[in-house]
């Protein structure tokens, strides 16, 4: 028996490599002589830059850096064996699980730490930037990146905004000046990869869906829909582009939307990228018997170019049965249950999410061994 297993993290509680270490053990147990290809996946978040430098064999790059919430870290980024593409992912400089709990407020966190990084990579002679957006806590649309790349930003009175100030300046910006940007930057090739495609404003824009999972209140909130809405109209008038209408614009409080009018940037599912780099086609190619993917939470959204979405999709080219597991199965899944041979929850509904959180190693283990014994039984 031949397996793949390429499954994402369960979001603060287990990461794609642990998880897919203790699947593997598991099928190990029922079958010794099994052949197992551990792919762990990505679309965009937490452990993005890890997964695709370990399956490429490049290198970690550590810069100093500034935290979303202003202190000096020692991040990091990854460079590619072709020695100019950078993995630069937003969580190590904006991770929201990285924020105390009382600091958790996207009016003053800023992405200025991403562009010290983008920078550092560019001193180091890369001149593709591959940004993975998500698992953030700041919302300032790339105001913090583009000022720290050398972007400056003035008021209704001409007056410079100071850089690194977070979301709360961007009701304030009337005009943009680029005309000190480097050359290097502007001609970077930049590639935001993003697990959703919510526009950028309105009901199921950036601010009304994701902002309160980052400490914002409901008047921050309605502060944050008016400042995007500024931003946009001063970058339509600076660029022409209208980036509210931008598919995606609404990922990580709006990086890859103000990135893709000032400096071009393309915007890709993440889940794409990390199949790419992962080389998971030339398994696929080879032959194997079954695949085994899955996330924290699996529902309808799993669809909007979630990682068990790519991978069941790149599957199914290969005529490859795929597998899920999950934490959590959402209601009304049946156009989500059609790509998947089983999609399998593997915690109880009648325990506490910390208590489900707690026992998930064993609760995995419990249920990959049932389920692949029975689907084996089955075939």
Same mark, same amino acid.
């Given at each position: 028996?031949?397996?793949?297993?390429?499954?994402?993290?369960?979001?603060?509680?287990? &990461?794609?490599?642990?998880?897919?270490?203790?699947?593997?053990?598991?099928?190990?147990?029922?079958?010794?002589? %099994?052949?197992?290809? +551990?792919?762990?996946?990505?679309?965009?978040?937490?452990?993005?830059?890890?997964?695709?430098?370990? &399956?490429?064999?490049?290198?970690?790059?550590?810069?100093?850096?500034?935290?979303? =919430?202003?202190?000096?870290?020692?991040?990091?980024?990854?460079?590619?064996?072709?020695? +100019?593409?950078?993995?630069?992912?937003?969580?190590? =400089?904006?991770?929201?699980?990285?924020?105390?709990?009382?600091?958790?407020?996207?009016?003053?966190?800023?992405?200025?730490?991403?562009?010290?990084?983008?920078?550092?990579?560019?001193?180091?002679?890369?001149?593709?930037?591959?940004?993975?957006?998500?698992?953030?806590?700041?919302?300032?649309?790339?105001?913090?990146?583009?000022?720290?790349?050398?972007?400056?930003?003035?008021?209704?009175?001409?007056?410079?905004?100071?850089?690194?100030?977070?979301? @709360?300046?961007?009701?304030?910006?009337?005009?943009?000046?680029?005309?000190?940007?480097?050359?290097?930057? @502007?001609?970077?090739?930049?590639?935001?990869?993003?697990?959703?495609?919510?526009?950028?404003?309105?009901?199921?824009?950036?601010?009304?869906?994701?902002?309160?999972? +980052?400490?914002? =209140?409901?008047?921050?909130?309605?502060?944050?829909?008016?400042? %995007?809405?500024?931003?946009?109209?001063?970058?339509?008038?600076?660029?022409?582009?209208?980036?509210?209408?931008?598919?995606? &614009?609404?990922?990580?409080?709006?990086?890859?939307?103000?990135?893709?009018?000032?400096?071009? %940037?393309?915007?890709?599912?993440?889940?794409?990228?990390?199949?790419?780099?992962?080389?998971?086609?030339?398994?696929?190619?080879?032959?194997?018997?079954?695949?085994?993917?899955?996330?924290? @939470?699996?529902?309808?959204?799993?669809?909007?170019?979630? %990682?068990?979405?790519?991978?069941?999709?790149?599957?199914?080219?290969?005529?490859?049965?795929?597998?899920?597991?999950?934490?959590?199965?959402?209601?009304?899944?049946?156009?989500?249950? +059609?790509?998947?041979?089983?999609?399998?929850?593997?915690?109880?509904?009648?325990? &506490?999410?910390?208590?489900?959180?707690?026992?998930?190693?064993?609760?995995?283990?419990?249920?990959?061994?049932?389920?692949? =014994?029975?689907?084996?039984?089955?075939?």
């Amino acid at each position: 028996m031949k397996f793949l297993i390429a499954i994402d993290k369960f979001k603060e509680c287990l &990461s794609a490599v642990e998880l897919t270490d203790i699947i593997s053990d598991t099928i190990y147990d029922i079958y010794p002589d %099994a052949e197992i290809i +551990k792919k762990p996946m990505a679309d965009g978040g937490d452990g993005f830059e890890d997964i695709i430098i370990n &399956s490429t064999k490049g290198k970690h790059i550590y810069c100093p850096a500034h935290f979303c =919430t202003g202190e000096i870290i020692d991040s990091r980024y990854g460079i590619l064996p072709d020695k +100019k593409t950078a993995i630069i992912e937003m969580a190590q =400089t904006c991770g929201l699980n990285k924020i105390p709990v009382p600091l958790r407020n996207p009016m003053n966190t800023s992405t200025f730490g991403m562009g010290e990084q983008i920078l550092n990579a560019i001193k180091h002679n890369c001149n593709n930037i591959v940004i993975g957006l998500g698992g953030a806590g700041t919302h300032d649309m790339g105001l913090g990146l583009l000022q720290a790349l050398g972007f400056k930003f003035y008021d209704n009175a001409n007056h410079l905004l100071p850089p690194a100030k977070g979301a @709360k300046q961007l009701t304030q910006i009337a005009k943009i000046d680029d005309s000190n940007v480097p050359e290097a930057v @502007k001609k970077c090739r930049y590639t935001i990869a993003c697990d959703v495609d919510n526009l950028l404003l309105g009901e199921k824009g950036a601010a009304r869906t994701y902002a309160p999972q +980052k400490g914002a =209140t409901h008047e921050m909130v309605e502060v944050l829909e008016i400042g %995007a809405t500024n931003f946009a109209q001063v970058i339509k008038n600076h660029t022409g582009i209208d980036i509210t209408n931008l598919k995606g &614009s609404g990922a990580a409080g709006g990086v890859g939307a103000s990135m893709t009018a000032l400096l071009n %940037a393309k915007m890709q599912p993440g889940i794409d990228l990390v199949i790419k780099y992962s080389a998971i086609e030339q398994y696929l190619s080879q032959g194997i018997d079954l695949a085994i993917t899955g996330e924290g @939470k699996m529902d309808n959204q799993t669809l909007n170019n979630k %990682a068990p979405w790519g991978i069941a999709n790149i599957c199914a080219e290969y005529n490859v049965p795929v597998m899920a597991f999950c934490g959590r199965l959402g209601d009304n899944c049946t156009e989500l249950n +059609k790509y998947f041979v089983s999609i399998n929850e593997i915690s109880p509904r009648n325990i &506490s999410l910390a208590e489900a959180i707690q026992n998930t190693p064993q609760n995995l283990v419990k249920a990959v061994k049932q389920v692949v =014994t029975d689907w084996q039984k089955g075939n």
